[in-house]
């Protein structure tokens, strides 16, 4: 049984190894809201209606219908990204302390009656549903843990603390007095989150071991990151088989004639293709879209762009009166990459890990959550450049993607060739190894 949380950045690659599981011989279950059933008949496996979370977000964030209270939490985060990381980062924090687990006697309650209907061998559960997380070592289930990006989302290491990245890129380095603020904040999260855990574990299931830390609450029979195994990161924890799978992405769909058409055209105005994306949510940021556009139009090098700008769509329409240009509310990112010569993103583990399948290098532009250390890693590895989204300038945009074409598209087949052996293929193996076919004890 995989459940995922109601996030298409967290359901499709969920999905993904739902069905490098089904094709191992694993019977699955692919339990979300009703909105992602899609995704379970597209992986083959049977779907089952679970929601875990009110917040939910079905590919462009703005589009999503939810809740007064979730849209003004949007709002306000968007606003924090145009003050920038530390702030971005605090806002997160006060959001998560505001809403640390949301109905978790609810959640407990429909897992346990799903468990007792369907008696999986097994769950795999997204590290960031800390609802469904408690609610099965609470039912001393056996469960795998998936995680969705940074493997520093599951802190281990001394003084790592969750929503605090372990390290920065050198674009975004924060003010001494900023980042003491935020672990501050970070660690009281992490005392309250905590005992938030302890009183529910008292209350629910007393036989249920104590949590030293909630954040860091993961299997203690495996973890699977969908992240590369980089040499430099922080010690996991240890006791766990630690499997990383470099990334989630499933068999490559060719383009629709539509988008061959588009590339084709591009192709015919231009020497180099860009891609241009910056995630379910921060694609609402299109004065960073404008700029970046409005940077690869200029440069040396003829380029073409291809946009995605969700419902932001509109206020772009003037960019694409080029026929350099193509604006779009979605693109097929992954049919994509292949055929395009660098892109431009968000720093999301999705982009970063796709960009690294595909031997695409990347100019990043973290501003939130675990995106701060996915660009530090990918300066580190060589394999993108990093500037801050909001001191940006069109000039810089252009200099950055002749650099990459330079210094950095030359060394990406390496990575490529290496993530190709790995995927979702290999951690479905390594979790059928590492979780067997034993039986759910209480």
């Known amino acids: 049984m995989i459940i995922s949380p109601p996030f298409f950045s967290h359901a499709r690659p969920l999905s993904v190894l739902a069905a490098a599981l089904r094709a191992r011989g694993a019977d699955v ?7 992602f059933a899609d995704l379970a008949e597209r992986a083959g496996v049977r779907f089952v209606p679970l929601t875990v979370t009110r917040n939910a977000n079905t590919g462009v964030a703005e589009a999503t219908e939810q809740a007064a ?3 003004a939490r949007l709002h306000e985060f968007l606003d924090a990204t145009r003050r920038g990381a530390v702030d971005t980062l605090m806002t997160q924090a006060r959001h998560r302390r505001a809403d640390m687990l949301s109905a978790p006697h609810t959640v407990f309650e429909e897992l346990r009656a799903l ?11 997204d590290q960031l549903s800390y609802a469904v997380t408690l609610a099965l070592h ?7 843990t998936y995680c969705p990006g940074h493997p520093t989302y599951i802190p281990g290491a001394e003084g790592q603390w969750f929503g605090v990245p372990y390290d920065w890129p050198s674009a975004l380095q924060p003010a001494a007095r900023e980042l003491a603020e935020l672990i501050t904040v970070a660690q009281d999260n992490d005392s309250s989150f905590t005992a938030l855990f302890d009183e529910f574990i008292h209350a629910t299931a007393p036989e249920a071991p104590r949590v030293d830390r909630a954040f860091a609450l993961a299997s203690p029979l495996s973890v699977v990151y969908a992240y590369p195994r980089l040499p430099w990161l922080p010690v996991p924890p240890e006791g766990q088989r630690h499997v990383y799978a470099g990334h989630m992405t499933g068999p490559l769909e060719p383009l629709d004639e539509v988008w061959t058409g588009r590339l084709r055209r591009l192709r015919a105005t231009a020497d180099r293709v860009v891609l241009v994306a910056l995630g379910t949510f921060l694609g609402a940021r299109d004065d960073v879209l404008r700029t970046v556009v409005q940077g690869a139009l200029q440069g040396p090098v003829t380029t073409a762009v291809v946009v995605a700008a969700g419902r932001r769509t509109a206020c772009l329409a003037d960019l694409a009166e080029d026929d350099r240009v193509v604006v779009a509310g979605s693109v097929p990112q992954q049919a994509l990459l292949p055929h395009v010569d660098a892109m431009v993103h968000h720093g999301g583990n999705n982009s970063f890990t796709e960009c690294l399948r595909f031997g695409v290098a990347a100019l990043i532009l973290p501003f939130s959550s675990d995106q701060f250390a996915i660009a530090r890693d990918a300066e580190r590895a060589g394999v993108g450049i990093v500037r801050d989204p909001n001191r940006l300038s069109a000039r810089e945009v252009g200099s950055a993607l002749d650099a990459l074409q330079r210094t950095v598209r030359p060394g990406m087949a390496r990575w490529s060739a290496a993530l190709a052996a790995r995927g979702p293929g290999h951690a479905a193996a390594q979790l059928l190894v590492s979780m067997g076919k034993a039986t759910v004890s209480r």
């Open 29 to 35: 279950h692919f339990a979300c809201s009703p909105a």
């Open 115 to 125: 468990h007792e209907r369907l008696r999986p061998d097994w769950y795999v559960v």
């Open 69 to 71: 209270s979730e849209a």
């Open 138 to 144: 609470c039912l001393r289930v056996r469960y795998a």
